[in-house]
């Protein structure tokens, strides 16, 4: 059937639209949508305000809405105008956008986010050096700094070395984040420890060269880690906890030469704890799904609750993953940007919106609220 230029072809149920039960939560579909950067809290509060809460809204179909990265504390910051979950403002901002994703029939986690070195002096509070395991530079990586109102990307500084009596400090805002978040009205969190940030600098061979308990030997790169887990769990309970993993990605200048010894014990320890969900980037996150010899498969053996995947899925391998018993959900990023109504779409097999990229990052409606959905675009024409 041909409607307005759109093919609505009504085909079989794919399993992306089967029900799954995630923790607390009974998920209507499969289909989740992931954290998002964009860049557009409110200047100087990093409050999340109504034009957020109006994105989120149109995206409630998702399974699951993951919600953008988001800094526990201002020091987790790395980028201009990404919100924060520290203060009473911002916990009243993000309740605007649960409150807009509840009533709309939806469910949303917030990711917590932490940059560690992947950040700028400006960005930081007293204009000090941003911290990291180790002083050790993500050469040649860029990030997003505020230039008056508008934006502008700008090289990492060098960090400073966290000293072991500061961790237990960062694993409290951890805690105070997580308690925030639930009164804000987030159904659960998702731990970011991907794409090179503070906790996958941790477990990584080339940021972090410590030399105290929390560097060297497999067991040293997981404890701190873990130790943010266990904090985030006796807050949230770990039916309400998930967490996001990019074993093999290079991105923000990571690596971690010995990536299956140190990701299939963590994984196990994470099943032990009994977390709702681990969701993995396979390959280079938003680049090539090249798993570079990792064995995803044989990862996902090591967890006893859902697998959740992500990375240049389109329908055809989300159906793929699901059907052959891999995966239980599967995340879509660049999609959700563009596509405010993804689920319907995939349903109907109709076309989808390309993203705009330069409207990524910053700026208001456009390219973040405008996306039409399928009815719009249809009484468009
Ligand atoms: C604009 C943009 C912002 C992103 N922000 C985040 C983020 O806040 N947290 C995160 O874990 N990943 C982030 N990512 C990575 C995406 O969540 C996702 O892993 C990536 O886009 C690959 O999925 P896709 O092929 O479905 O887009 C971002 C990617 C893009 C393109």
Known sequence: MTVCGYRYDVTQESA???????????????LVMAPLTRD?????????HALNAEYYRQRASAGLIIAEATQISPSGKGYAWTPGIYSDEQVAGWKLVTDAVHD??????????????????SLQPGG?????????????QKTFIETGTS??????????????????????????????????????????????????????????????????????????PLEVVKAVVEIAGPDRTGIRLSPVTPANGIETTDAEAIFFPLVQRLSDLDLAYVHVIEGATAGPRDLKGFDFHALRKNFRNAWMVNNGYTKELADEALASGYADLVCFGRPFIANPDLPERFRRNASLNAPNQKTFYGGGSEGYTDYPALKEAAADV
């Open 16 to 30: 992306l639209f089967s029900e799954f039960r995630l923790g607390r939560l009974r998920l209507p579909n499969r």
């Open 40 to 48: 557009r809290a409110t200047h100087g509060t990093d409050a999340p």
């Open 104 to 121: 709309a029939g939806g469910r949303i986690f917030l990711q917590l986010w932490h940059v560690g070195r992947i950040s700028h002096r």
């Open 128 to 140: 000090v050096a941003p911290v990291a395991p180790s002083a050790i530079q993500a050469e040649g």
């Open 151 to 224: 934006g502008d990307f700008a090289q990492v500084d060098t960090p400073r070395a966290l000293e072991t009596s500061e961790l237990p400090g960062i694993v409290e805002d951890y805690r105070h984040a997580t308690r925030n978040a639930l009164r804000a009205g987030f159904d659960g969190v998702e731990i970011h420890a991907a794409n090179g940030y503070l906790l996958h600098q941790f477990l990584s061979t080339n940021a972090n060269v410590r030399t105290d308990e929390y560097g060297g030997s497999i067991e040293n790169r997981l404890r701190f």
